[in-house]
């Protein structure tokens, strides 16, 4: 496989290499590789704990077991905030 980077993203991989951390630039690219799939999975998982929380939420509602929605809406604002706060720009 050959894969084409720019000048920045190969200066990156050079650099990566010369710390001594990595050997090579292929194994800088499978540590980055890693690390997005491992993102990817953690987001993944997120989105579906998300997903169960909004369907017993709907089914409480269904249930006429409601909760305060201004209450509810400040949780999941504060969890969106931490996730971007953690998010890698």
């Known amino acids: ?4 980077l720019t000048p920045e993203l190969e200066q990156l991989v050079h650099l990566k290499v010369r ?10 690219v499978r540590e980055a ?4 799939d491992e993102r990817d999975q ?3 998982l997120h989105r579906n704990a998300m ?7 709907m089914s409480s509602l269904r249930a006429r077991e409601g909760v ?11 969890e ?6 953690r998010e890698p720009e």
Do not use: C, H, K, P
Not at 51 to 57: E, N, P, Y
């Open 1 to 4: 496989m050959n894969v084409s």
């Open 42 to 44: 953690a987001q993944a």
């Open 51 to 57: 997903r169960q929380r909004i369907a017993a939420g």
């Open 33 to 36: 590789l890693r690390l997005m």
């Open 19 to 28: 710390t001594g951390r990595y050997t090579s630039a292929s194994e800088v």
């Open 68 to 78: 305060d929605g201004d209450g509810f809406l400040a949780t999941i604002d504060a």
């Open 80 to 85: 969106l905030a931490e996730l971007e706060r």
